[in-house]
């Protein structure tokens, strides 16, 4: 189980391990009751249930000072939208991944387009296709569909 202590209105995360170092001269019961906790300003926490969110849109955070929820203090979660520059930095990551996976399978057909080889049109258009793919109207958005197809 979590605890808080609240101090002056500043709350900090406790234990019972805390709370018996501090109090030396206190013998505590092995299960110490929510009154007890209560006179030394102790009290236990939960965390809410996780809201319903669009990570793709927004952020969840859980709130790291406890509030009075119905008589039971809890973390809470807030859901607040991306930034426009979280978006940015998102699709920037995204469209590397996506240039690594375009280069991992060019490479993987880089021995057809060697000088001793021959280059059937089908893998040649494979290749074309591969190295236009950032063009692509989704893109960095791709899904599976939108690769072109080893011949």
């Known amino acids: 189980m979590a605890y808080i202590k609240i101090t002056d209105g500043t709350q900090e995360a406790y234990n019972l391990g805390q709370l018996r170092r501090d109090n030396k001269a206190t013998s505590f019961p092995k299960v110490v009751d929510a009154s007890t906790l209560a006179s030394y300003g102790v009290y236990s926490v939960v965390v809410a249930d996780e809201p319903s969110f669009n990570a793709a849109t927004q952020v969840l955070t859980l709130r790291d000072v406890a509030t009075d929820v119905g008589g039971q203090w809890t973390y809470v979660w807030t859901v607040r939208s991306k930034t ?9 990551s995204a469209a590397a991944t996506l240039r690594g996976t375009r280069t991992r399978l060019l490479a993987e057909t880089d021995y057809l387009a060697l000088s001793d080889a021959t280059l059937s049109s089908a893998m040649a258009t494979y290749r074309q296709a591969l190295r236009d793919i950032t063009g692509h109207s989704d893109w960095p958005n791709l899904v599976a569909g939108d690769w072109p197809t080893k011949p």
């Open 84 to 92: 426009s520059d979280e978006l940015a930095a998102e699709t920037t």
